[in-house]
């Protein structure tokens, strides 16, 4: 196990987002041999947070060895990180091996109680890279009409009320 306190370098492009100190922000879990140090990095041309594993193949007795990923960090900090707002958000997992391709078991999204949790099982290794996409559900607004009575509705998946209709 490892539990630490990330630098000043490795925070780098987050300090804003990380103004209380004393909470922790988050922390990331695998089974692999060898990891990036630090947390995921984010890959700007992608707009993915990328984290590096490797591991043999095969386990001692010839079966494959699977890895499993697990980030866990506040919503809040996601939001700040990426500019979203309070919309809930979204996250797409996938392993890229080093050839490209991608494969990933049993993947994992959740938002709860402000921490958002993502895992990923069932992976084979080399050195395959974690990639973790989020997404913000944006809010849109509807105009609804029910004989001169006029609503508007805002919302991620705003929907009339039981009655009205969309005004055209």
Known sequence: WSVRTLSAKEMAGANTCLKDEKKIAG???????????????FNAATGTLDYRVAAPHYRSGGET???????????????CLYGFSKAPL?????????QGVTTVGTKNVSEKDGWIKIAAYGFGFSTPTIKIRFTS????????????TVRTIT???????KGFKIKK
């Not at 979204?90 to 080093?98: R, T, Y």
């Not at 559900?137 to 001169?148: D, L, P, Q």
């Open 137 to 148: 559900g944006k809010s849109k607004s509807i105009v609804c009409v029910k004989g001169k």
């Open 65 to 79: 060895f699977f890895g499993t990923y697990n980030l866990i960090m506040r919503s809040e900090l996601a939001r």
């Open 155 to 161: 919302g991620v998946k705003p929907v009339c009320p």
């Open 27 to 41: 922390f990331v879990s695998t089974n692999a041999t060898q990891y990036s140090p630090g947390p995921p990095k």
């Open 90 to 98: 979204n996250a797409s997992i996938s392993v890229v091996d080093d």
